[in-house]
């Protein structure tokens, strides 16, 4: 099992007070916090090796090279895909999931077509699959989930057929942190002659992910949700499929060569290799190298202590909010088939009056849809109040927050 | 000349299906802020003096004393400035 307590101490901003009460972090489904290594391994990019990479012979350049293609190595190494051509670095899960539908989308969609998401899923794996489904006339089915939120498997089957050429689904739901057989939906992608996306935004962070296990080809995660900067995200994507994709993005880095033809007056492009493909222009070399320190970080602490802290914390939680006056859980209770967060609300509040009434405590949980609406039109809910823990959350934290809870449901 | 701007930090619309919108008084300004509002509306309820549930002019609201309020049920932008003005100035 992994020490909080030793954990809490590489985080400077934990340290911090907030509305005069000490911080108590219950936000990390959308963000986490960062430890002082990943922040000093920011601090010594810019101070020591700052360079652009690629195609410079100078020393800076070869360092941070060396630096980003190792990021790219050691993510490769961190999900089990075979190498760096299988990882793109790119913003964060929303643009690894715009770079499929787009660079995939675009030039193999054809009307008629289907892609399948589920009602669970956030926005960032709905949204993009709407509008290329619109551009190319194909249209998106979506699989129902169950009154407790998980995944219904059944309408997944049965919305599969021949016309499915994508399937998106989330590993772990952003909302209720019920975790998805995914193993099993790629499989049914599979044998219907689909791909298969899967969104790990709340998954790759939080437990041991293994890319050729669960056969998906695409994952998309962010590295700010797992201790690194923002503005770095992750494409994995299977090599033969990546290669076979047009770019989504064009401009310097993702070419070979752009050669003038004078009869024709036109440039003839050809792309380079993988992962530099898509990845457009300069990229985000420090993100790249927060990012591999985080997962150095985590990788320290294991990610299987990972996922069973944030269990035990959970089942740790549960019956303490359900003890609460007016509180409600929203979602499955069962925490071998959800991670680490729990949405609730209190009775005759809404929930950003929750998140208000805690934040006076000094205790941060997001509150409204959390980009998952069609899950709370499906739980007939106007919004929800979240808790979401983390590698340096504790059992005092809960109970603090249990006060508070308690307190709020005098109101 | 007092106005709202030197005590609302910024407003936001919260994300979900009800249309309250937050408002984030300025940090140096936030007592002053709540004292004056409480001395305006009517406290319909508190929580250890730090939470107050409150009405002004048939709207509720809460205000929190670490600075911010939440307000239900505005029609615009406009109605919530109007209200804020005659809040705080």
């Not at chain 1, 090796?49 to 410079?56: C, L, M, P």
Request: hydrophobic residues 40%.
């Amino acid at each position: 099992m992994l020490d909080p307590y030793k954990i809490r101490e590489d985080f400077p901003i934990l340290k911090r007070k907030v509305n005069d009460n000490p911080l108590i972090y219950f936000d990390n489904a959308a963000t986490s916090q960062k430890p002082r290594q990943v922040i000093e391994a920011i601090k010594d990019f810019y101070e020591n090796h700052n360079a652009n990479v690629h195609r410079a012979v100078h020393t800076l350049s070869q360092e941070a090279t060396e630096l980003y293609e190792t990021a790219h190595e050691e993510v490769a190494r961190f999900i089990n895909a075979k190498g760096m051509e299988e990882t793109v670095f790119v913003r964060g899960t929303t643009e690894a999931i715009n770079l499929v539908a787009y660079a995939w989308g675009l030039h193999n969609l054809k009307r008629g077509d289907e892609i399948v998401v589920t009602l669970m899923e956030h926005h960032s794996n709905i949204v993009p699959w709407e509008m290329i489904a619109a551009l190319r006339k194909a249209s998106v089915k979506y699989c129902e989930i169950n009154d407790d939120g998980t995944l219904n498997y059944e309408s997944m089957e049965n919305l599969m057929s021949k016309k499915t050429k994508m399937v998106c689904v989330s590993h772990v739901s952003n909302v209720t942190g019920v975790v998805n057989d995914v193993k099993r939906v790629v499989k049914l992608a599979h044998e219907n002659g689909a791909w298969a996306l899967v969104d790990g935004a709340q998954s790759v962070p939080h437990m041991p992910v293994n890319v050729k296990e669960l056969d998906a080809d695409f994952l998309a995660f962010s590295g700010h949700k797992m201790l690194g900067p923002t503005g770095i995200g992750v494409l994995y994507g299977k090599k033969d499929i990546l290669e076979r994709m047009e770019p989504f993005h064009g401009g310097g880095e993702m070419i070979r060569e752009v050669s003038f033809n004078p009869k024709t007056k036109h440039c003839k492009i050809s792309w380079n290799v993988l992962p530099w493909k898509f990845e457009a222009g300069t990229p985000n070399v420090c993100g790249a190298v927060g990012l591999m320190e985080a997962i150095r970080y985590l990788e320290r602490i294991g990610m299987g202590n990972v996922k069973a802290h944030e269990e035990v914390l959970t089942k740790y939680a549960i019956p303490r909010i359900e003890s609460c006056k007016k509180a409600k859980i929203y979602g499955t209770r069962d925490t071998s088939v959800k991670c680490g967060m729990i949405p609730f609300g209190i009775e005759g509040l809404s929930s950003h009056d929750v998140a208000l009434f805690l934040d006076n405590y000094g205790i941060m949980v997001r509150s409204g849809f959390h980009c998952a609406q069609p899950l709370h039109e499906m739980f007939k809910l106007s919004s929800s109040a979240r808790a979401s823990f983390y590698v340096y959350n504790t059992r005092e934290e809960i109970d603090r927050f249990i006060e508070v809870l308690k307190e709020i449901g005098q109101f | 000349m007092v106005t709202v701007d030197d005590y609302v930090a910024r407003t936001e619309g919260t994300c979900g299906k009800e249309q309250d919108v937050i408002v984030i008084f300025k940090f140096e300004k936030k007592d002053e802020a709540v004292k004056r509002i409480l001395v305006k509306a009517t406290l319909k309820k508190s929580i250890a003096g730090i939470v107050f549930e409150l009405t002004f002019k048939n709207f509720s609201f809460r205000l929190y004393g670490s600075g911010k309020a939440i307000f239900r049920d505005l029609k615009n932008k406009e109605e919530l400035n109007a209200l804020l003005s005659e809040l705080l100035t």
